[in-house]
T-cell receptor, first 113, second 115 residues
Framework: DGGITQSPKYLFRKEGQNVTLSCEQNLNHDAMYWYRQDPGQGLRLIYYSQIVNDFQKGDIAEGYSVSREKKESFPLTVTSAQKNPTAFYLC????????????FGSGTRLTVV | KQEVTQIPAALSVPEGENLVLNCSFTDSAIYNLQWFRQDPGKGLTSLLLIQSSQREQTSGRLNASLDKSSGRSTLYIAASQPGDSATYLCAVPPISSGSARQLTFGSGTQLTVLP
C-alpha cells in the first residue's frame, strides 16, 4: 500500500538534546511538508520541500532543520534551540504536477522530559 | 494574510441527525479547499477536495460545497453515526502561496455523535 510512514510514534527529548523525526513516503509525491500541531493553535508549517536537495522555511522554522537527500525521505531535526518543542508533528506530501490535495502521515508526538 | 475560521468549535448531536459544519476564509483567491478528519492522537485523513472551479464534491454521506465569492465552504454529513465523532478541519492553499501551495488551516470543529 502506498502511504506515509512517520516514526517514532512517540518521542521523548531531554533538555538540550537534538532529536530527529522520520518521514518516509512511497507515493512518489515530489513535495513534502512538516506541520506542527498545538492544542488551540491549529497546524503551522515548519518546512517544506518541492524537489530533492531543496527546501524552504515555513512560518515557524526557528529551532528546526531538515534535509531532502532522497525523494522518499524528509527528516525533521528538532534542535536544542527550539525552546518549546512539545507538540504533535505531522508530515504531509503532495503531487505537484496535478492539482491534487495533501496526504498526511499518522504523526509523531514529541514530549520534553 | 489568509485566515480560516470554523464554526462551531464543538458540536454534539444525537445519532441519525443531519449536520452542517462551516468554514470561512478571508482571501477568495485559492487553488482548492480540502476537508480533513482527525481522530484523537492520529494524523489527518482527507475527506474531500474541492477545486476552485467546482461548487461541490460528494463522497458517500459527505457533501462539501464551495462558494469562493463569499469565502465559504460547508461540509454536510447525512445520517450521522457515532463513528463520525472526530475533529473536522478545513484548509486552503491561497494563490499567494505560489507553487508551494502551503495550507492555511482552520482550528477545527470537534464533533461528537451520541448513540
Amino acid at each position: 500500500d502506498g502511504g506515509i510512514t512517520q516514526s517514532p510514534k512517540y518521542l521523548f527529548r531531554k533538555e538540550g538534546q537534538n532529536v530527529t523525526l522520520s518521514c518516509e513516503q512511497n507515493l512518489n509525491h515530489d513535495a513534502m511538508y512538516w506541520y506542527r500541531q498545538d492544542p488551540g493553535q491549529g497546524l503551522r508549517l515548519i518546512y517544506y520541500s518541492q524537489i530533492v536537495n531543496d527546501f524552504q522555511k515555513g512560518d515557524i522554522a526557528e529551532g528546526y532543520s531538515v534535509s531532502r537527500e532522497k525523494k522518499e525521505s524528509f527528516p525533521l531535526t528538532v534542535t536544542s534551540a527550539q525552546k518549546n518543542p512539545t507538540a504533535f508533528y505531522l508530515c504531509a506530501t503532495r503531487l505537484t504536477q496535478r492539482n491534487y490535495g495533501y496526504t498526511f502521515g499518522s504523526g509523531t508526538r514529541l514530549t520534553v522530559v | 494574510k489568509q485566515e480560516v475560521t470554523q464554526i462551531p468549535a464543538a458540536l454534539s448531536v444525537p445519532e441519525g441527525e443531519n449536520l452542517v459544519l462551516n468554514c470561512s476564509f478571508t482571501d477568495s483567491a485559492i487553488y482548492n479547499l480540502q476537508w480533513f478528519r482527525q481522530d484523537p492522537g492520529k494524523g489527518l485523513t482527507s475527506l474531500l477536495l474541492i477545486q476552485s472551479s467546482q461548487r461541490e464534491q460528494t463522497s458517500g454521506r459527505l457533501n462539501a460545497s464551495l462558494d469562493k465569492s463569499s469565502g465559504r465552504s460547508t461540509l454536510y454529513i447525512a445520517a450521522s453515526q457515532p463513528g463520525d465523532s472526530a475533529t473536522y478541519l478545513c484548509a486552503v492553499p491561497p494563490i499567494s502561496s505560489g507553487s508551494a501551495r502551503q495550507l492555511t488551516f482552520g482550528s477545527g470543529t470537534q464533533l461528537t455523535v451520541l448513540p
